[in-house]
């Protein structure tokens, strides 16, 4: 069963926030980590950055430091 246009226009209504959190409720209803595939190129990066934090070579920054250089991007 498909949603009508109807359907989807009145989502775009609700405020950020909720839609925000229809979209986590949605993905974690069919999101099964177990189930899914890690590419073998992603585990590369992710175990190179570990590294790198953990040498000392890379440094955690905050969210805000985040937001303000993705915004700057």
Do not use: N, Q
């Amino acid at each position: 069963m498909g949603m009508t246009p109807k359907a989807h226009a009145e989502l775009f209504k609700l405020p950020k926030k909720a839609r925000l959190d229809l979209a986590e409720r949605l993905w974690l209803s069919v999101a099964d980590e177990k189930s899914l595939e890690i590419p073998d190129d992603h585990k590369k990066v992710l175990k190179k950055r570990l590294a790198d934090y953990k040498s000392g070579e890379s440094k955690a920054i905050s969210h805000e430091e985040l937001m303000r250089r993705v915004r700057a991007a």
